[in-house]
């Protein structure tokens, strides 16, 4: 049965989806929400790991602590803060974003879980902006530091004139005579860049330095000779100690950072899996209007 339009009167089709069509799918102020909440709880909970120790930045953080079981326990909260903040933002995400009615309830899951690995990767870039800012700083700082020391292992007798000069050690060499210079600042400034040599290289000393080392600090206390070659030996003795402590420092270092770094990747994978579940779970409770009432109760 047809119905007859009356003459004069216009009938205009209106289509709903038409507009939903032309719309995209993609909800950005639910996915800006869903990155927000996911970098402060995620700041808020570093920070709180920080205040107690679980970080890779010293395990030594508490006396008496065993470094292993600190590492274990710092590697455990980054990685509880990792997913848990991600999937925060991708249930808020899911929870926020606006439907279009024009698919299957499994193709809105897809597009509820794309928005949570928008989210994830979002946050993710923030993190990244956030560390690669922290991690300038520290080269700034300790580039700082390796110069101040460059410049402290490597002065010349003659002061700052010429602080860097790799060629003064042998430069000494050369001018060394049988009688050892009794000026101690000039002493000094020579053992000191014999060593600096030494941290430089394999960590032994010559014997025509260590020799050498031996008359000079003889000729500026008045030790014995045997006594001063005792002395020599006992700083020489300290002086290696102290360049395998800074190597096995350096090591640790680097194992640190390999770990630190694989865990970073293992946890962001996983945290992208939370994020895009989470985004999901939040889709569903919006299209059934799950209400948790014992959480956020009215008052």
């Known amino acids: 049965m047809s119905i007859e339009t009356p003459a004069g009167i216009a009938v205009v089709e209106t289509s709903t989806s038409a507009g939903a069509e032309r719309a995209s799918y993609v909800d950005w ?18 920070s709180f790991g920080s205040a107690i120790g679980l970080n890779f930045v010293d395990f030594n953080a508490r006396e ?4 292993i079981l600190i ?30 009615y024009d698919a299957t309830e499994d193709e809105s899951d897809v597009r ?8 994830w990767a979002g946050a993710l870039i923030i993190g990244a902006i956030l560390a690669i800012s922290g991690v300038g700083a520290a080269v700034n700082m300790g580039g700082s530091a390796l110069a101040t020391a460059t ?13 860097l000069d790799p060629n003064a050690y042998f430069v000494d060499t050369l001018f060394r005579s049988e009688t050892p210079a009794a000026d101690t600042g000039i002493a000094r400034d020579e053992a000191g860049r014999i060593f600096a040599q030494v941290a430089l290289g394999d960590g032994t000393v010559a014997a025509e330095d260590r020799t050498y080392l031996a008359n000079v600090v003889a000729a500026n206390t008045g030790l014995a000779p045997e006594e001063a070659q005792a002395r020599v030996d006992q700083v020489i003795a300290n002086v290696e100690a102290a360049r395998q402590e800074a190597i096995e420092a350096a090591r640790i270092a680097r194992n640190t950072a390999i770990i630190a770094a694989f865990l970073l990747a293992a946890s962001s994978l996983v945290a992208a899996i939370g994020a895009y579940w989470a ?21």
């Open 29 to 46: 102020p639910a996915i800006i929400a869903g990155i927000v909440i996911a970098t402060a709880i995620s700041l808020v909970l570093i």
């Open 64 to 67: 008496g602590a065993s470094p």
């Open 71 to 100: 590492g274990i326990a710092a590697a455990s909260w980054f990685l509880w803060v990792q997913i848990s903040s991600f999937m925060a933002g991708g249930y808020v995400t899911g929870r926020l974003r606006a439907r279009n």
């Open 112 to 119: 509820d879980g794309a928005h949570g690995l928008l989210v």
């Open 151 to 163: 410049v402290a292992a490597s002065n010349v007798a003659e002061g700052e004139a010429n602080p």
């Open 279 to 299: 985004a999901q779970k939040g889709g569903n409770h919006r299209d059934n209007n799950t209400v948790f009432a014992d959480v956020f109760r009215r008052f």
